[in-house]
DNA sequence: GATTATACTATTGTTGAAAATCATAATAAT
DNA sequence: ATTATTATGATTTTCAACAATAGTATAATC
């Protein structure tokens, strides 16, 4: 996926899905941090963009999870109870088990060695911010032969919605050892065409991502 | 829930949020039928609204799923393919079924009292529009007690998805005898607390629904 | 000190118009 | 007659400037 995009002129599509991605990536990148506003004629400056597309943009973001309208004080970025966190988590098991039941029966070869490689590079990758795109891709992988592609979308906006809150907490990630091995498990599991040990997996996978965000997001408001 | 809104002034949150809702009951009445595209200006002046409003109900459609945008072209209904709606009823099946899982535990008395009367009426009605909104919130009903907001928000989207289909074949609707069994052993199931039988026979219940939308859109793809 | 008045800031929505794109009709070429 | 090309018109998409409204903070008044 494509990091940063400094301008409009690179950008294949609408001004509108242009200012999306940019203001996704930003929110991602910790630019804007939970319940800052987002500035309209601010952002319509710094992207040369006017507030039609602008306003777009956020309402797209906003039915993302990513952003809140207050009304008459425009656009903030959200910030997760606790409880939405489990939600979102639960929801995601739900939909990533669908995945995995409706993938496993179609996946190839050629898919299975793909995802190999990247686990592969994973195991060696230092940097955090790659290895979380290098997670994303990994689960894509195994997702994509499912050929749902409203599951495959909804699923991506959950994990969007917690996984903004990596690239805040990824630094003192420790759990990334055990990560590893359900992933090769999960693997293991596709070339079994297993579809009960890959959803047991994913249980215990998701499971452990949530109780991290959760003890991290504990200390935060603590902090704050 | 309110029917049809004939000005914005009787509504209470913002213009666009209007018409998203007078646009989103225009398509479940079937005033705009899949494939017809939404013309700005005509709407805008239909509804007496600027272009902003407009343009930002229209996206927020799309993240429904009801609409659909060609670039340059605009936006238009959206047809669901028959994969498509096969998708939109497992990806419910997953969810309703979390719905249900974390709902039972939580009902109260006065809710299922609540089901019940509901579920009288329905057996009692006729009229096939006020027996959707009725179905409708014998659910939301059940679900409620989930105190999942999000899972609710995703389950409504997915239901009108499907749901909007519903006005043009209700006529024919033959199964509800069925439906209405099925209702009552939910109801049963959540009186006993019995978690795996709401969700076995919400997955006929679903199945059947899924059934009857598939083959009336078989139907409707040949005559047209 | 609490309350009211006032100014300021930002959103929300309107209006009008320019630029870009697509579909269609009209025209020219093979 | 069929195909290519070129206008034409319609519509989206975006911009820009403005009005109205609500929320916030500051100052003035009791």
Redesign the pocket.
Known sequence: MNSSISNMSKFTG???EFIAQTLRIAIFKGKYKANQ?????RIAKEL??????LR?ALVQLKSEGLVV?L?????VVSMLSPAEVREIFSMRLALESLAVEKAVPNIREAELIRARSVLKIIDREKDKSTWSDLNREFHEILYKPSNMRLLLNTIQTLHNNVGRYLVIYLDRLSGTEASREEHWGILDAYKEKNIDKAQSILKTHLGKAEEHLMRFLGEFSEVD
């Open positions: 609408s001004t509108s506003p987002l500035r309209q004629d040369n963009v006017s507030k039609i597309p777009e309208f009304p008459n004080r425009g656009a």
